[in-house]
């Protein structure tokens, strides 16, 4: 069936670079993209969207680029600190409601000092 | 802190048996969306109720049940549980009127099913 994956399930960068977390989904008709982070023992958190009409939108510290063609997004973050360790997901929406998510499985952050 | 607020946080329970997990959500806040989180099968959605009405379904088994009541906490209700149903259960909020995916999640309640 469709799904949203993840690349790579761990992610381990030296604090202060820039960390690249890269998604793929399969789900064409999906116009909407999420970004959450999770931190041990909380719940997820959001982070950042775009929709399908963009290719990039930035935030605080953090740019997440959609290429529709691949199918794929990524969420960059600049000069990664130690708070930024955790699982991040991606999520879709592949009924319409901005609400209604798809989650990936998430990829592991673990920044080194 | 979210604002979003779930109870237990754990439990431990036996095959059979059943549990309600209650969540409180944001002050304002109309939407609440329930999600099952497991090592085998992610994040994955279970139910939206917005004001006291069921609004979506996703992935919830008959043996689940979910409402939302007149002051808008939700409570889940698991019954004839079975090992499988071991997960981190969490509980979302969102701002009403909004059209973006922001939820906000409270720590979640931890089950084990023993």
């Known amino acids: 069936g469709e799904s949203v994956g993840l690349h790579l399930p761990t992610l381990s960068v030296q604090e202060g670079d820039n960390s690249i977390i890269n998604c793929a989904y399969s789900?064409?008709?999906?116009?909407?993209f999420i970004w959450y982070k999770q931190e041990s023992g909380k719940g997820p958190q959001f982070i950042i969207d775009?929709?399908?009409?963009?290719d990039k939108r930035q935030g605080q510290r953090v740019t997440v680029l959609l290429n529709k063609t691949v199918k794929h997004l990524s969420l960059q973050i600049a000069a990664t600190q130690p708070g930024d360790s955790a699982v991040y997901f991606c999520?879709?929406?592949?009924?319409?409601?901005?609400?209604?998510?798809?989650f990936g499985s998430g990829t592991q952050l673990t920044v080194l000092p | 802190d979210s604002g979003v607020t779930q109870t237990p946080k754990h439990l431990i329970t036996a095959t059979g048996q059943r549990v309600t997990l209650r969540c409180s959500p944001r002050?304002?806040?109309?939407?609440v969306y329930w999600y099952q989180q497991s090592l085998d099968q992610g994040l994955q959605f279970l139910i939206q109720?917005?004001?006291?009405?069921?609004?979506a379904k996703g992935n919830i088994l008959e043996r689940f049940s979910a409402q939302q009541f007149p002051d808008l906490h939700s409570e889940l209700n698991l019954s004839s549980l079975e090992l499988g149903d071991s997960a981190l259960y969490f509980c979302?909020?969102?701002?009403?009127?909004?059209?973006?995916?922001?939820?906000?999640f409270g720590e979640g309640s931890r089950l084990t099913v023993l």
């Open positions: 109720y917005y004001n006291g009405e069921e609004r």
């Open positions: 789900n064409s008709a999906s116009d909407y």
């Open positions: 002050s304002g806040d109309l939407s």
């Open positions: 979302a909020s969102s701002v009403s009127g909004s059209n973006t995916g922001e939820l906000f």
């Open positions: 775009i929709r399908s009409n963009m």
């Open positions: 999520a879709e929406n592949p009924g319409g409601s901005a609400r209604q998510l798809t």
